[in-house]
């Protein structure tokens, strides 16, 4: 691979990236040299020419990626490296060949050094989606390194970069298969079976990054009455169930999301009265629930994808955290996450901390979660660690 361009950054701009941080800003751009278009292998330059690394440009407030650090260009090799270098992780973890467990994440962006790619494995079918016009352009060789790390683990690859990508790239992407066909979409995940809809469902079809926290959830439920909000496909609901809750209500807005989650539910525990779903606004259900719940799940969407939402977010969190306080019975648990970026940890025990001083209920914190080892954080990138949780004893 040889760039097309040469990016030259401003003296003194070049300091975080010689601490391997993966983004280089518009602002730290002195000059292009050579023509350039979205998504273009590029060299990234210190002011007096030496070579920083390499990576894709983009429009926007980041300008590259960068992906291969050192003065030599990337080889043909790469992204089978770079992928075979992903899977080792998740074997080493023991995600690969688990017995009760087919779904994982196989390429973590900034985490597995190929910033905008995100890469799913459903029990044969792998998920790409491209969050950069370079890796969405690069899918047909980054389909091929799959094929030959994976062997007969792959059955069939599916792009589903049509709506990640950046909307000022003006490229008319479409979903579709790469390889293969898929027609098996039910996976497991510690034993429970879930059917996965990477064709029409939110992501790449089910949010894997709550796996270890679904499990702990579990070990709370005994004789618990629950109250799963923002269900999606209704993973919690599973565990809770699985922990021997005596009640769980699944609530989310999307009619499609409840409908899966009664599948799912049904593929689990067939006949189960326990369960009961609703298609409702999490804000207004957690309204008026009468004292009716003492474990409650918070696992709402990101309330802030850009760093100017981040004051409206932080009140969604507090006035959302504020109703389960003022709600959940004496001695209740409460699972909350926040799975925005921009959204740091201190922020969101802030926001939480707030709640509860509004609620007037004592609080005590019995764990404090984030993602999974499939979804790694790469030391010099901290950005990387987007999702943050709390569980919390409330007097």
Known sequence: MQPKASILL????????????????SGAIDRIEGPLEEGDLVVVRKSNGDVIGYGHCAIGSIAVRLFSFGETPPGTEFWEMRIRQAYH??????????????????????????PG?????????????????????????ITVALKAVLGEKLAAVYDKSAKTLPFKANIEARDGYLFGTSVNGEVQEYGNRFKVDWLEGQKTGFFIDQRENRRLLSTYARDKSVLNMFCYTGGFSFYAMQGGAKLVHSVDSSAKAIELTRENVELNFPGDSRHEAFVADGFEYLQDIQDKYDLIVLDPPAFAKHRNALPQALQGY??????????????????TFSCSQVVTRN??????????????????????????????????????????GLVLYVE
Not at 13 to 24: A, I, L, N, Q, T
Request: charged share 25%; net charge neutral.
């Open 10 to 25: 401003k003296k003194g701009k070049e300091e975080s990236m010689e601490r391997f941080h993966p983004w280089v800003f």
């Open 89 to 114: 992780l998740r074997e080493r973890m023991g995600l690969t060949d688990a017995p009760d467990t087919n779904v994982y994440r196989l390429v973590h962006g900034e985490g597995d050094g190929l």
């Open 117 to 141: 790619l995100i890469a799913d494995y459903y029990n044969g079918t792998v998920v790409l989606q491209a969050h950069t016009v370079g890796m969405w352009l690069v899918r047909e060789a």
């Open 318 to 335: 507090k006035r959302l955290n504020t109703k389960a306080f003022q709600q959940i019975r004496p001695g209740g648990i409460l699972f």
């Open 347 to 388: 922020n969101f025990r802030e926001a939480v901390f707030s709640a509860a001083a509004i609620a007037g209920r004592e609080v005590r914190i019995l764990h404090q979660l984030s993602q999974p080892v499939d979804h790694p954080i790469n030391i010099y990138h901290p950005e990387g660690e987007y999702l943050k």
